[in-house]
């Protein structure tokens, strides 16, 4: 009852759609380009890293690291800066205009400067130091930290850790690629195999087909009894109903191929059973490079990234312990005919000064001077614990390889024993001396060992996929990010 309800479905369906209006239009146009050649991994994966939004998120999430890199490093613009006061209303009128430009150092935490400033009128005894010559002061200084601040400082430390950010980015991107890539191989795997199932059940309806017109004979020249119709026809739709569930997985499959498989434009595309590869050699052999670096898994490049960072936080702490030791140098010279302030401001100065800071208790530099180490021996930790998960999945990888083979020569053998007994009890059952129920379970026994077959080629492609994505193997997966970022943003300049 449940295998008619099943077949009376999968015939309305198309029924209706076909009467519907535009439906065979949009069938179509999901469908993809009109090809006949069947779709390989490669075109795939090529495919997949060029337009899977995963992929293009992951790489807009690169370009924000870089920008937070630019922005830390604005923290070492050169800055030009403008004063002028005049006095307006009172005894004195003076005025004075100082332009100066800073330049914070990249190797120290101090900074160089040079100013030029003019003034004229009169000013009072307390604002001396405002009086130049008619042509102003031109003055060049220097700031220079001995102590604190001299390897490491706040803008320094930023400025690193943002790099560090840009590297953390790129690894995430590459983990992202390659965990997209690794879903793009299932998807099409898992259309291949649902395929190739439905083409299996739809031979096994094929033979049910071909031995109806016999049987009706039979039955009406009187050779078989009528009962024989039902149970064959009993047959037909059990069979119509394997294939309905396999067209329903295929299509399914096929819709969740298109998260992968896309146009130029980035559209999924929903492929049709005319591309599917003949046979289990459709599935592709991934290449994977049999030597492996762990240092070229992303997630374990991004924890030695994080070690990094908080080396770089616990050398700012460090620094914080230290007191204040500054040393300051100035050269300044007036120029042009002497101002009201006298001759004292033409002579050449030079000023050196010393500023000595300490914290009494240091208690904020202790406290994550502490945090920091902590976090470093949380991370050493983690990355020894990796390191042994990561070889643990390559070795239970390469196990799963050696049985997945096994298991393929073996379904083989099951496979080819099943088609024998299957053909050999057809021609028993067409010479009259088989019968029906016994040709039956040959021929589903047969399909059923068919189908093993193509799930056990099925498998040792997974696991020769999920070997690639555990080693990071790029080339294997097909991954080229340069490609895609080039295609988002342009090719470099």
Known sequence: MIGMVVLLVALTVPAVLAQTPGAESKASAMAGPATDSALTLEEVLRSSARSAPDIIAALARNRQAEARALTAQGAFDTVFAVEGRSRVEGYYDGSELAGKAEQPL?????????????????????????YTNR?????????YSLLRDRLIDARRSEYRLAANDIDIARFETRATGIGVQARAIEAYQKWVV???KLKAYQ???ALAEDRTRGIQRQVQLGAKPDILLTENEANLVRRQAFVVEAQQAFRAAAVKLSLYYRDEQGAPLVVNEARLPADTSGFGRLNVDPAFNLEGRPDFAILLEEIDKATVKLALARNDMKPRLDLTGEVAKDVGPEGIGGYSRTPLEMIVGVTFKIPLQNRKAKGKLAETQAKIDELT?????LA????????????EVDTARQLVDTTERESALAQRLASAERRRFDLGSSDFFL??????????AQVKLIEAHARIAAARAELAAVTADEDALGLDLRAASERIDGPPV
């Open 106 to 130: 990249m190797e120290n935490g101090g900074s160089i400067y040079g100013q030029y400033r003019v003034s004229r009128g009169d000013f009072p005894v307390y604002e001396d130091k405002a």
């Open 135 to 143: 042509l102003g002061e031109v003055k060049v200084g220097a700031l």
């Open 194 to 196: 649902a395929g190739l």
């Open 203 to 205: 031979a096994l309806l």
């Open 381 to 385: 930790v983690k990355q020894r614990f």
């Open 388 to 399: 042994e998960k990561i070889r643990a999945e390559v070795t239970a990888i390469g196990i």
């Open 439 to 448: 040709v039956n379970q040959r021929e589903e026994s047969a399909t059923s």
